[in-house]
């Protein structure tokens, strides 16, 4: 099976699972490495990012560590590692549903015949601390709520401005998350922001393929954990015809692929692990796919036909 269609089937089967497999009992529980919003009622398996600013949030001190609350948080903890480690990036490029809204987005801009936006490496370069910044956004606002510096309304920061939160719920008709709380000043100006982060986000992913990647706290953590990865995208640079087709279709605007010289694993910050560099390259070898060091796909010019497929 061609390697773009298998994406495009996991990405469909996993928005189905994620988004209502609580209806038929499936969930996966809190520690998916992807935008599976808790706040759709019947989604199979909740961002972990909520997790983590739970389990900062209770403030768990050195003498709870090892009580339930303590073991819990370190659980979970260990099953995103596991599950980050195992797929990497392919959470992103394969797996979240929001990613998968976003390139519907994409896919209707196509078909109405309208040009997208690039990103240039410079602008590239501006934008990926942004990322950062909100990661630690999530993990600082929960301990500066426990000093009690911050208001207690902005527990959960970053789901708060989520526009995960507001969209995904509208796929079960859930629509309360994009009107204003008036509760005080805070939970109004709270909600305010994710109505304005929310139309912000579905305008720039129509407009510029996997827009709100760019921003997307997860794909930080991804890039932390990426030496545990045991899936690599790898180049042979012998290889390659310099054709820059992998610069082309990629949805980051990412050219490290297409430049890079050196022999081994390849990739950029912004990197999905969508594959669509390893679908288009008609260099037979000069890319592969490898989990733990072996094959599961590589380039050639039957792929860059769309006639590859997994081994």
């Keep these: 099976m061609p390697i773009k269609r298998l994406r495009l089937i996991v990405q469909h089967l996993s928005f189905l699972i994620l988004m209502y497999g609580g209806r038929i009992g499936i969930h996966l529980g809190p520690a998916v490495p992807c935008f599976s919003c808790p706040y759709v009622?019947?989604?199979g398996g909740n961002c972990y990012l909520m997790g983590l600013q739970g389990y900062i949030g209770f403030g768990i001190s050195a003498s709870q560590i090892w009580g339930f609350q303590g073991l819990r948080a370190l659980f979970w903890l260990l099953i995103f590692v596991v599950l980050a480690s195992a797929l990497g990036r392919l959470w992103c490029g394969w797996v979240c549903p929001f990613g998968l809204i976003s390139d519907w987005l994409t896919a209707l801009?196509?078909?109405?015949?309208?040009t997208g936006l690039t990103f240039s490496p410079k602008l590239r370069s501006r934008l990926a601390p942004v990322k950062y910044v909100l990661l630690a956004y999530?993990?600082?606002?929960?301990?500066?709520i426990n000093l009690g510096l911050l208001h207690p309304d902005f527990y959960l920061p970053f789901c708060q401005i989520c526009p995960?939160?507001?969209l995904l719920p509208l796929f079960e008709g859930e629509t309360r998350y994009l009107t204003a709380e008036l509760t005080n000043s805070v939970t109004t100006g709270l909600s305010v922001a994710l109505m304005v982060i929310s139309g912000l986000s579905v305008a720039g992913m129509f407009f510029k393929e996997r827009f709100f990647c760019y921003f997307c706290p997860m794909l930080a953590i991804f890039r932390i954990l990426e030496?545990?990865?045991a899936l690599r995208?790898?180049?042979i640079?012998?290889?390659?015809?310099?054709?820059a087709s992998c610069h082309r279709v990629c949805p980051m605007d990412i050219d490290e692929v297409w430049h890079s010289r050196d022999e081994g694993p390849v990739g950029a910050d912004d990197c999905l692990?969508?594959?669509d560099c390893l679908a288009s390259c008609s260099a037979g070898k000069a890319l592969s796919l490898r989990f733990l060091g072996r094959e599961l796909a590589a380039s050639s010019p039957e792929a860059s036909r769309g006639d590859k497929k997994i081994k």
């Design 41 to 43: 009622y019947y989604c």
């Design 109 to 114: 801009r196509k078909r109405l015949g309208l």
């Design 138 to 144: 999530l993990a600082l606002g929960p301990v500066l």
């Design 164 to 166: 995960g939160k507001s």
């Design 227 to 229: 030496p545990l990865s």
């Design 233 to 235: 995208l790898v180049k």
């Design 237 to 243: 640079p012998k290889y390659c015809h310099g054709c």
């Design 273 to 275: 692990g969508c594959s």
